[in-house]
C-alpha cells in the first residue's frame, strides 16, 4: 500500500505507512488552518519535534484518547509521561530507533522549545524517516536555515517537508536554499499563512525552487494529501 501524507494546516500532518498512522505536531484546537478537529484524527504515534504549544498542540489529549505512543527528545517526552500519557518514547538528536512504522532519528533544529507551561523542552528536532520500504521522509518542522541540512540530504531524501513562513522559521529565501542543501525529490512547504505575520504565497515559492533546482514543489492545501 502506497503512504499517504496529510497536511491539515500549520505544522501538522498525518503520515500512513506500513498500515501505521503517525500524526506529527497535532495543533488542531486553537489553529485557525487547521482542516479537522482533534477528537477525529486517529493515530498509532504521535511525534512531537518541540514544546511550543503549536506543535504539542492537542497531542495529550490525542494520545490519552488513541493510546498512540508519544515519540520526542527525553525532556519532551518526560513532561507528557507527567501529562497522564502511558506510552512515551524518548529519543535524541542524531539518535535513531527502528519503530514499527520504519526507522526515526532526530535530527537537528535551529528553534527554540520551551513547553506550553513552561517546562524545559530540550532542544527542538527535525524528523528523519526511513520507511520500512526503504524511502526517506525528511521532517523539518520548525527551523531555520543551517548548513547541516547539506548531511541531511546526503542520506538521499524521497520527501522534504519545509517551513517558509518566516517570522519564526526559515522564509522563502532561505527555504529555497534549504531546498538545494537537501535536494529532495520532491518538497511540500508547511508553517505559513496560518497567521498574519506568517502570510507567504507558496506558488510563487514553487515556481522559484522549480527555476532553480530539480526538485519538485508539491503545494497543498489545508486537508489535502500528497503519496510520496
Ligand atoms: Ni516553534
Ligand atoms: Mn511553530
Known amino acids: 500500500m502506497a503512504d499517504k501524507l496529510t497536511w491539515y494546516g500549520h505544522a501538522t500532518l498525518g503520515l500512513e505507512t506500513g498500515g501505521y498512522r503517525v500524526l506529527i505536531d497535532p495543533f488542531f484546537t486553537g489553529n485557525p488552518a487547521a482542516s479537522t478537529t482533534a477528537d477525529k484524527v486517529e493515530a498509532d504515534f504521535i511525534l512531537v519535534s518541540h514544546g511550543h504549544g503549536d506543535h504539542v498542540g492537542d497531542a495529550v489529549e490525542i494520545a490519552k484518547r488513541t493510546g498512540a505512543t508519544v515519540i520526542s527528545n527525553f525532556e519532551i517526552a518526560t513532561w507528557f509521561g507527567a501529562q497522564g500519557v502511558e506510552k512515551t518514547h524518548p529519543q535524541h538528536l542524531g539518535g535513531g530507533f527502528k519503530h514499527p512504522f520504519g526507522y526515526l532519528k532526530l535530527t537537528l533544529a535551529l528553534h527554540g522549545s520551551a513547553l506550553p507551561d513552561g517546562s524545559y523542552g530540550g532542544n527542538p528536532a527535525g524528523f528523519l524517516l526511513t520507511t520500512n520500504e526503504g524511502k ?41 536554499r534549504a531546498v538545494k542543501l537537501l535536494q529532495p525529490k520532491v518538497v511540500i512547504p508547511i508553517h505559513y499563512n496560518t497567521f498574519d505575520v506568517i502570510a507567504q504565497d507558496p506558488s510563487s515559492w514553487a515556481a522559484r525552487v522549480e527555476r532553480e533546482t530539480s526538485t519538485r514543489v508539491v503545494v497543498l492545501k489545508p486537508g489535502e494529501s500528497y503519496e510520496p
Open 136 to 176: 526517506k521522509y525528511y521532517f523539518a518542522q520548525d527551523t531555520g536555515l543551517f548548513g547541516d541540512m547539506k548531511l541531511i540530504g546526503e542520506e538521499g531524501l524521497d520527501l522534504a517537508v519545509i517551513p517558509i513562513g518566516d517570522n519564526f522559521t526559515m522564509g522563502p529565501d532561505d527555504a529555497l
